[in-house]
């Protein structure tokens, strides 16, 4: 029984997973606390959170751009654990808006949160897991670190900047024993692209792109509102796996369109891509 007890114990990880408080990041820590592991899930709207606590899920208010904020809720998850085996950085958003409308300050917010945030956090959990030997940084990308989407131009670069962080950091902290996994989703139904939609439509209003943003709000919401896109629950399965596999994979990528949007933006002409992104952009969908 002993024996058995000590490998059940060794195959439970303590898991601080930010952005919990909807979406991905709070379907995964329900499902990975109901796989038996230590959940600590953070986020800024802890009242969203609530009822994680039905699944022994721990609930931490974090603001990954605040950094007392990242301080207190690794320290908390070490204090009471003495340890951290996994970081699943997944907080973030998206506002969409042309390169040319978007105020600096809303982009730096995006860089500073998608980017920043996550690079910060990592540094904070990074002493620990290389003290106790092992560890797994779980990096939640995007196919839109692979491929550019219309109007989304600063939305792109966090999250081909996501890409190119868990690259470099995936070389330099294997020798401690530390895995570095990216989760590359696709179009996953979610209120994220409501939100970023929204965004795109009040960034685009008074501008010389105002009637090709407005559109594409409208087929973005509508998109969004579909029956188009994938669960959740789909890349809560790859942060599983990347959670639960003795040798994870360097990147995992699933969801709708994921495959077929990378393929085509590496094998087309830019200008192709271009232009079928711009048709895309005028496609006129039912005001929803």
């Known amino acids: 029984?002993?024996?058995?007890?000590?490998?059940?114990?060794?195959?439970?990880?303590?898991?601080l997973i930010t952005g919990a408080s909807s979406g991905i990041?709070?379907?995964?820590?329900?499902?990975?606390?109901?796989?038996?592991?230590?959940?600590?899930?953070?986020?800024?709207?802890?009242?969203?959170?609530?009822p994680l606590k039905e699944f022994g899920v721990n609930i931490l208010k974090m603001d990954v751009t605040d950094e007392a904020s990242m301080k207190q809720g690794v320290?908390?998850?070490?204090?009471?654990?003495?340890?951290?085996?996994?970081?699943?950085?997944?907080?973030?958003y998206g506002y969409f808006g042309a390169i040319e409308n978007v105020s600096i300050e809303e982009a730096r917010r995006q860089v500073e949160v998608n980017v920043f945030g996550l690079a910060r956090l990592t540094q904070l959990v990074l002493p620990i897991m290389r003290a106790q030997g092992s560890g797994r940084i779980i990096n939640t990308s995007s196919i839109a670190g692979k491929m550019v989407i219309y109007l989304g131009g600063w939305y792109n670069v966090?999250?081909?900047?996501?890409?190119?962080?868990?690259?470099?950091l995936r070389m330099e902290v294997k020798p401690f024993g530390i895995d570095v996994v990216k989760i590359e989703p696709g179009a996953?139904?979610?209120?994220?692209?409501?939100?970023?939609?929204?965004?795109?439509?009040?960034?685009?209003?008074?501008?010389?792109?105002?009637e090709t943003g407005a559109r594409w709000s409208n087929s973005m919401r509508w998109f969004y509102k579909s029956n188009l896109l994938s669960s959740?629950?789909?890349?809560?399965?790859l942060i599983s796996r990347a959670v639960n596999s003795r040798?994870?994979?360097?990147?995992?990528?699933?969801?709708?369109?994921?495959?077929?949007g990378?393929?085509?933006?590496?094998?087309?002409?830019?200008?192709w891509w271009d232009a079928i992104m711009r048709k895309l952009g005028k496609i006129k969908v039912k005001q929803q």
């Open 75 to 92: 320290e908390a998850v070490f204090q009471a654990e003495g340890r951290i085996d996994v970081l699943v950085n997944n907080a973030g």
């Open 232 to 237: 959740p629950k789909v890349i809560t399965r």
């Open 1 to 15: 029984m002993k024996i058995l007890y000590f490998c059940l114990m060794k195959n439970i990880k303590i898991i």
């Open 262 to 271: 990378r393929v085509a933006h590496a094998l087309l002409p830019a200008r």
């Open 25 to 50: 990041g709070y379907d995964a820590a329900e499902t990975l606390a109901k796989q038996g592991h230590r959940v600590y899930a953070a986020a800024r709207r802890v009242e969203c959170m609530e």
């Open 188 to 210: 996953i139904k979610t209120d994220w692209g409501i939100i970023a939609a929204k965004n795109l439509k009040e960034s685009s209003e008074g501008t010389a792109y105002e």
């Open 247 to 260: 040798y994870p994979r360097a990147v995992y990528c699933r969801g709708r369109f994921s495959f077929s």
């Open 158 to 168: 966090t999250k081909y900047a996501v890409e190119a962080f868990s690259d470099a």
